[in-house]
Structure formats: C-alpha cells, structure tokens
Nanobody, 126 residues
Framework: QVQLVESGGGLVQTGGSLRLSCAASGQTFSNYNMGWFRQAPGKEREFVAAITWSGSSTYYADSVKGRFTISRDNAKNTLYLQMNSLKPEDTGVYYC???????????????????WGQGTQVTVSS
C-alpha cells in the first residue's frame, strides 16, 4: 500500500502561483511513477502531469505546458507540482497518483494508477 497526502492548495488570483506537494509513505517512493490529475466541479477528472520513477521523463497536458512543472525528490518521498500563470480554468481538486514502475504505463490515463491521494483544492479567482 502507498499512502499519498497532498498539500499546498489554496485561493490565488489569476496570474499567481502555487506549489503543490504530495507526501508518499508505505512503500519505496522511487519504485513508483507518479502523476497529477485534477477535477473541476461538474467535470470529469483530467490528466495534468506525470513523471517517471527517476524523474528523467515528464509529461504534461497541453493546457498546462509551459506553466506547470512536475518534479520529485525521492530522498524526501515527495512529489511536487509548481503552478505558474494560473488561470480560472485551473480551478479544481488536484490529486496525486502512483503507479509501480515497470511495464506499459499510460501516464495520462487515470486507470493506469493504483493509488490516489485525497486531493487538495485549488481556486483561481478572476
């Protein structure tokens, strides 16, 4: 079992920045590929960004490319999402997710992940 706890959400104005964190425990963090997803009210959950177990490869949704940066610190068992130039459409609950590394991994698919955090709310005001 992997336990994931997100933090860092909050209320920010358009153009502002936030840094989300996801603290992992229960298993060896560096054995897992990680992802960030978000869900806005009344909408389906959508992929935001993903990173391989080593941090050597990252993937982004087109809507956040150039504004968001995913990173990880395996020594601290923590995943990050730096969000800059925030827009009202970035509002939602942000979830981190984990998938044990190895084999085929569809990084943008929620079904590809085995463990999920409880989420942290991000609200961007216009």
């Amino acid at each position: 079992q992997v336990q994931l706890v997100e933090s860092g959400g909050g209320l920010v104005q358009t153009g502002g920045s936030l840094r989300l964190s996801c603290a992992a425990s229960g298993q060896t963090f560096s054995n897992y590929n990680m992802g960030w997803f978000r869900q806005a009210p009344g909408k389906e959950r959508e992929f935001v960004a993903a990173i391989t177990w080593s941090g050597s490869s990252t993937y982004y949704a087109d809507s956040v490319k150039g504004r968001f940066t995913i990173s990880r610190d395996n020594a601290k068992n923590t995943l990050y999402l730096q969000m800059n130039s925030l827009k009202p459409e970035d509002t939602g609950v942000y979830y981190c997710a984990a998938r044990r590394a190895g084999g085929i991994w569809s990084s943008a698919s929620g079904r590809a992940y085995d463990y999920w955090g409880q989420g942290t709310q991000v609200t961007v005001s216009s």
